[in-house]
């Protein structure tokens, strides 16, 4: 009878309505949104998107052309950008390392049910929010101030900010991270260190490389943007082979290619060992 | 004879469990060994113990002095016997001649400055400095022709804290500084805090105490009769030529737009090529594997190579960064989302498709609904993300906040412009970072 009832039909239909309304004044603002977003963008940059749309291959086509007339170099100047892209991938690697240590331990102060102090949950979260929200460029600029140029103000600048991002991802997992094995160590009287390492750790350890591994692709990234603007690495190479322009540009196109193979083999590589390591249980993806 | 059987089957267990644990062992002490050998090396070849060796210690002293602090300079020209009362020495923050702030007092060409402690410096005619520095003594310091002499208390010898050349004479009390040159005498007085910060010198406002402030906002006499105390107040705010803040303001929404554009640009290119990514729906299957290839060449070709090369293209600014974020971005929502793609459950969109729903419709009633919490979670993850991936490209492309931070950073000397930068950038992301967890929570998850 209540199936018939002409009010639920009713209301159900003015539900109907009013999701509808709701949605199509949800995309009304997106696009308004968006139009005028573009409209703004475009014009406070410098050139137009309109104008310069048909100039976007001017540059490859430039460097490539340039690259392919002196193809013979190109052997030698991969083998020129090689010391620099293993500067980066040093860079990318012990601030992952480093900063998975580190997350490791802050994770471990900011997780209800592990922590030592667990009034300080709070301050640990604020901090590790700070250090995922400080951009690295920041930290990697005044490191340069003090420290001089190189790579170690982008290492640790890659760091501070791994602190924050893994830590808080690393939380996230062990929050889920059954209690009773914690329990059982206590009752046989370990002590805090011990209860974490063998009771928490094994259960998480899959998850936690599984985010370090992601965390050590990004890096990568990182490192050489870095090392755009002072911190070393291919970055570096990249961006005084740009300055020099015509000329230099088979270098470019060598740092260019050696840039994009490594990030391809990395992202391949650790593909494969995260869906090995997280069998079954899918990870969130994403920039972190 | 089941006993013996037994009996072996547990020796071999046994045998086999503690060799387990003998490479266990192994294992655990091997991987901290190669770290500590990995490390050893990188020492080595970043040559950190040189780099901290070459180390600025007095660049951190700088930095964390002007971080918190901002300091007003009276400044006496000996040549032309000018004195100037201005704050962080900059023209903007010069005080009038005839109205200095209430710890300088000039009578003819005598200057008394009160400083923290009971200190005082008076600048004296003819280039003569007299300094009381309590629990030390009266301190003289004069220009004598082309040298500057300097003259202790009776029974004192040269404290650390005094430098002395025939050419120059300074004295570094940490909350206030005094020197003396051929050219220049020199008293800076440090205060907390950033300068100006509010309202600038030639505002009404400034000098005001926050009660003081609140009274003439609500119901003191106007300021200015042409508008309200507090619209008087915020003009002035926006309009500080000191700190720039609706520069700031704009320059950080910039950022925000470079990275919502990117983001939102990216989705909607992404979702009807993931579907066209997605075996099954991918009308060909060749069509799919190149879409593939596609979608992991724009991720690889990392953002800093987009964003060298678009900025070729359309010059430095934000619409810049802002395709740079969408190129690469494309790119890894289409992989994402092609898998999102790949998971769902085909019996929604069969039923759907049981009532006479065409293609178009059985995309929209049967698979949007499953992928929809997956695409907006993440679209949002991405936009807290890319505000901050914004930041460091605007500095790489010149637009946004990163370009105002890169500039206050290279000019060595506006930390407080920076520190202010940063925990505006901070304060940015975190709360796209909480509003985006908030819809999340709110709206897909629950």
Redesign the interface.
Known sequence: MSLTDPNLTESYLAMTRRKRLYGGLILVVFVALMASGFKVADARNAGGFFDGLHRIFDFPAEIFSEAFAKWQNLPSRFIDAVPALIETLNVAAVSTVVGGIGAMGLAVLSTRGLAPWPRLIPVFRRLMDVMRALPEIVTALVLIYLLGGGPVAGMAAITLHCFGALGKLFSEVAENADLKPVEGLQSVGANWFQRIWLGVLPQVAPNWSSYALLRFEINIRASAILGFVGAGGIGYDLKTALQWGQGRYDAVVAIFALLFLTIVAVDTISDKARSRLVRGGKLKEGRL | MSLSMTDITVATRHEDLARSFARRKWRALAVPAI?LV??AY?FA??D?GG??A???PD??KV?LRDFWSYKTQVSHENRTGQTVVAIEGERRGTYPADAPPDWVHRKGETTAIDLPGGASVTYLPGTVARLEIPQFGPVTVALDGRKVTLELPQGKNLPDWISASRTRVSVDQGDWRFSMTRNRTETFRYFPGWELFFFTLDSPFHGKSVSQLVSLALWGPRVDPAMPNIQAMARDFWNNNMWHHSNVFWAMA?TV??A??GT??AGLIALPLAFLAAVNFTPLNALRLALRRVF?FL???????WT???S?????????G?LAILLTDTG?FGK?FS?ALENIDGKQVEGIGSTGANGIQRARFGVIPQIAPVILS?LL??LE?NT??A??IG??VG?GI?LL??QA?IT?KDWEE?SYY?IL???T??AM?SISGWIRRRFIKG
């Open positions: 770290l990995y490390f990188v070849a970043f950190i780099v901290i070459q180390a600025k660049h951190a930095l910039e737009l470079m919502f554009l939102m640009g992991d991720r690889g070709v990392d953002g800093l190579i060298v090369i678009l070729r293209a359309f010059g430095p600014g934000p619409l810049t802002s890894t994402m898998e993440q993850y991405y993300s901050r991936s930041t460091v500095a790489l637009g990163g931070l890169t950073i060595q920076v940063v950038i901070v304060l992301v975190m970072d």
